[in-house]
């Protein structure tokens, strides 16, 4: 069974074509960091009229690179939300006329989903069940999956999600966009046992929370800034409101201490969730599990099996939407013409 994959709910514009789930026969993405990297975020206009110009583009050499003819497929994926309005709207009316021009079926998925079955790509086959965190720009769940389509929430962010919070602190410490890399970057040339820097641990909670966190390194950049050393004055959380100068040093230590935080809750929260429930492995997926310290750490606590899927699969793309779309159809389950988007879907 081969399924073409469409995803468009944030600023990537993705297309890939699957076979069984499991093989990909083609996985592009086309990335729009540049673009938005001047205005040191995404820019949802600007994100919506970037997919309309590179979708058709994507998906016509995914079909190629992937020796598919329109007659080859059986159904069309395309992620329905959660997302920004404008970008989902983008794929789900491209996917709806391809389905429709094509007669094939049609299927939404909820992209927190997708990123769940990235751990389905590389040869291997989860062990259900499993606990799954998925951790993103603007998400950061913790769920419990006992079989496909069958999901028990246990914790989400009650503030910053874990890609948010590293977005944050790049700005605050002047590192660039997206956050996530540059605070990798900077933080191995830094100490992350230098500073100890607050954990929300939410006690008899799953939940996250990353907000105070953030608002720690906030205060700890200014102190340590040239303008905070000599004012003394109090700081106020607000970015425009301070100036923070630093030197390299001082920003890579506080950047590794700050992703060391991060973390470490991470992890202790999933392993332990994993332990009370009796879990058979841990999944990982969304784009701050390519980080390299959450990979190492995971793997290094957890007495239970991991799975993380490799990096350009952990950040959204495609093949992630055509591989959970095979067990929708499996399943019996498609879906209708009235398909329509849902910015904020969850899952479970």
């Known amino acids: 069974m081969k399924i073409l994959g469409i995803e468009t709910s944030c600023d990537e514009t993705a297309a890939a074509v699957v076979r069984d789930g499991r093989e ?15 205005y040191g975020g995404i820019v949802p206009e600007v994100a919506s009229r970037q997919h309309l110009l590179t979708a058709i583009p994507i998906i016509s050499e995914a079909m190629a690179q992937a020796q598919t003819h329109w007659s080859d497929l059986d159904a069309i994926a395309v992620t329905s939300g959660p997302g920004l309005a404008g970008s989902l709207l983008v794929g789900v009316n491209i996917a709806k006329a391809i389905a429709l021009a094509q007669g094939l079926p049609l299927v939404g998925i909820n992209h927190l989903e997708g990123h769940i079955y990235a751990n389905w790509l590389e040869g291997s086959t989860p062990d259900l069940p499993a606990i799954c965190l998925i951790v993103s720009g603007g998400h950061s769940d913790l769920l419990l999956m006992r079989g496909h389509g069958d999901y028990q929430p246990l914790g989400r962010t009650r503030d910053d999600a874990a890609g948010e919070a590293f977005d944050k602190v790049a700005r605050i410490l002047e590192l660039g966009y997206p956050g996530g890399p540059a605070i990798e970057q900077a933080a191995g040339e830094g100490n992350g046992a230098r500073y100890r820097l607050p954990r ?8 996250f929370s990353f907000s105070g966190l953030k608002t720690a390194v906030l205060r700890l950049a200014a102190q340590k800034s040239a303008k905070g050393e000599e004012s003394g004055e109090a700081v106020e959380d607000t970015r425009s409101e ?21 973390v470490d809750v991470l992890v202790t929260k999933t392993v332990a969730a994993a332990k ?3 879990a058979h492995q841990i999944l990982l ?13 995971m793997t290094e606590r957890s007495p239970i099996p991991i799975l993380i899927p490799s990096p350009i699969l952990c950040t959204d793309n495609a093949a992630m939407i055509a591989s ?5 159809l499996t399943a019996g389950k498609r879906s209708g013409w009235d398909l329509d988007i849902a ?3 969850r899952l479970g």
């Open 24 to 38: 990909i026969l083609s996985n592009l993405i086309a990335s729009q960091v540049d673009l938005h990297s001047r």
């Open 343 to 345: 910015p904020n879907l």
């Open 242 to 262: 301070i100036e923070i100068r630093l030197e390299k040093v001082e920003k890579a230590d506080i950047a590794a201490s700050f992703q060391q935080a991060v």
């Open 285 to 297: 997926g969304g784009g701050v599990a390519a980080n390299l310290l959450l990979r190492r750490t």
């Open 276 to 278: 009370r429930l009796g």
């Open 324 to 328: 959970c779309c095979y067990f929708r």
């Open 200 to 207: 929300a641990w939410l006690k008899d909670s799953d939940d």
